[in-house]
C-alpha cells in the first residue's frame, strides 16, 4: 500500500483507487490529534511533518473522490488546508476540485465556475485554477472555450507538459490529428523520459495513419512505430508500448507488402524525414513485441511476483490481439 499512496494520482488504477480509499478513513483517524484542530500557522508548531506524509494525503483525497467517498476526502482536504493554509495555490485548486466533485447540478457547477473566475480576476497568475478552470469547461462540453483557455495559459508558460497533454487530448476529440499531434510532441519535449507519452503520441499517430494512404501512410506508421519503440526503451516492461508496437508492425508489414516502391517515401535530409524501415526489420520488431507481450499475459495471468502490476483490461485486450494474430497464422 505504501508504494500505491506515493505514486502519482493519474497512473492509479481503478481497483487499486478502491482499495485505497477503502483504507483512508482509518489513515485520517490515525493521523488526527488535538493539535490538527488549531488554526494554520500555530498547527506547524506541533504537526510531524514530511513531504510523503503530505502527498499521500493528496493521493487519498484523490482515490476518494474517484470512488465516492466524499466524507473521507473531505477530511483529508481539511488536514491539507489545516497544514498548508486556504490561500495556498494548489489548496485553492483542491478545494475547487472538491466542489466540481460533489457538486449535484448544473447551476452549483456554474457557481463553482464562477468562484474560479473571481480567484482569477484578483489574480490571473494562479495556473492551477487555471487548470482546473479549463478542465471543468471541458467536462460540461464546452471543448473550444478550454482549448482557447489552455492556449492562452500555454503562452504565458510554454514549458507546462501537463497543459499541452490536456491540449492534445481535447484536440484529439475534435479529430484534430495534426495539432494532437503537435501539442503531444511539446510535451516529450518538456519530458524526455516519460515513456507513457512516447506510447501516447505513438497511438496517436498510428490513429492519423488511417486518415492517410500510399507514402503518407507509410511514413505515419514508421513514425509510430519509432515512438513505440522508444517507450519500451525507456520501460522495458510497459505493455501498453509493446502492444502498440506490435499494432503499429502489423499495419506496417501489410503496407510494405502491399505498397509500390514508387509510393514509398525516401529520407529527405532538408525536413529531416526519414525512409521506411526495411520488412526485415519490422518483422523483428514484431516477433520481439509477440514474445514480450506473451510474457507479460503469461506471467501476470499467473500472479507471479513482480508481474502483478498490470490493469487487468490492458490484459485482456493483450491476450484478444495475440489471439488473433495466432488466428491469421492458422488461416
Known sequence: MATSLLQPPTST??????????????????????????????????????????????????????????????????ELTARFGKVNDRIVALTGLYREATAQDDQELAEVMKNYEDILKDDPTIFSIRKRRAAL????????????ALTNLLDQSPTDAEAWAELGDLYLEQGSYDQAIYCLEEVV?????????????????????GRTEGGDQLKALSESMRRFCRSIELCDDYLRGYYGLKLATDRLLEALSTSKKSQ???????????????????????????????????????GERGWDGYSESELIAARELLERGTQKIER
Request: proline residues 5%.
Open 13 to 78: 488504477s481503478p481497483e487499486t483507487a478502491l482499495r485505497l480509499s477503502q483504507k483512508a478513513s482509518s489513515f485520517v483517524n490515525s493521523q488526527s490529534s488535538w493539535f490538527s484542530s488549531l488554526p494554520y500557522p500555530l498547527s506547524l508548531l506541533f504537526s510531524s511533518e514530511s513531504q510523503e506524509k503530505w502527498q499521500v494525503y493528496e493521493n487519498l483525497f484523490l482515490a476518494c473522490l474517484r470512488t465516492g467517498d466524499n466524507d473521507t476526502a473531505h477530511a483529508c482536504l481539511e
Open 264 to 302: 514509398q517515401s525516401s529520407a529527405d535530409p532538408v525536413t529531416g524525414d526519414l525512409a521506411p524501415p526495411s520488412i526485415s526489420s519490422v518483422k523483428k520488431l514484431n516477433e520481439a513485441a509477440t514474445a514480450k507481450l506473451g510474457e507479460i499475459v503469461r506471467r501476470s495471468s499467473s
Open 137 to 148: 469547461m471541458r467536462s460540461v462540453g464546452h471543448a473550444s472555450e478550454a482549448i482557447t
Open 189 to 209: 519535449v518538456v519530458t524526455p523520459n516519460a515513456w507513457n507519452m512516447h506510447a501516447r503520441l505513438g497511438e496517436v499517430i498510428f490513429l492519423s495513419a
